[in-house]
Nanobody, 127 residues
Framework: QVRLVESGGGSVQAGGSLSLSCAAS????????MGWFRQAPGKEREFVAA????????DYADSVKGRFTISRDGAKITVYLQMNSLKPEDPAIYYC????????????????????WGQGTQVTVSS
């Protein structure tokens, strides 16, 4: 089992920044991909960003490209999401997820492909 714990959510004014963290524990040695997803009220969960744990390759949703940065710290088994220039459309519960299926980078944007999920952290943006 893998446990994911997100932190760093909060409230910020439009144009501001927040940094999210996701610490993984447990059987993490099979981690292939870590991703961030978000879900706003009344909307489906959507892909935000992903990082390949070994190679560091990254992918971003078009809506956050150039504003958000995903990174990881292998020693701390932690993935980060730096969010800059936050917009009124960014508020949501942000979830961290881990995929233990090696060779499934092509499925990085599909939430159903991920094996483990954190509890989520709320991000609020005021205009």
């Amino acid at each position: 089992q893998v446990r994911l714990v997100e932190s760093g959510g909060g409230s910020v004014q439009a144009g501001g920044s927040l940094s999210l963290s996701c610490a993984a524990s447990g059987r993490t040695f099979n981690t292939a991909t870590m991703g961030w997803f978000r879900q706003a009220p009344g909307k489906e969960r959507e892909f935000v960003a992903a990082i390949a744990w070994i190679t560091g390759s990254t992918d971003y949703a078009d809506s956050v490209k150039g504003r958000f940065t995903i990174s990881r710290d292998g020693a701390k088994i932690t993935v980060y999401l730096q969010m800059n220039s936050l917009k009124p459309e960014d508020p949501a519960i942000y979830y961290c997820a881990a995929d233990h299926n090696a060779g499934r980078w092509d499925a990085r944007r599909i939430s159903a492909d991920y094996d483990y999920w954190g509890q989520g952290t709320q991000v609020t943006v005021s205009s």
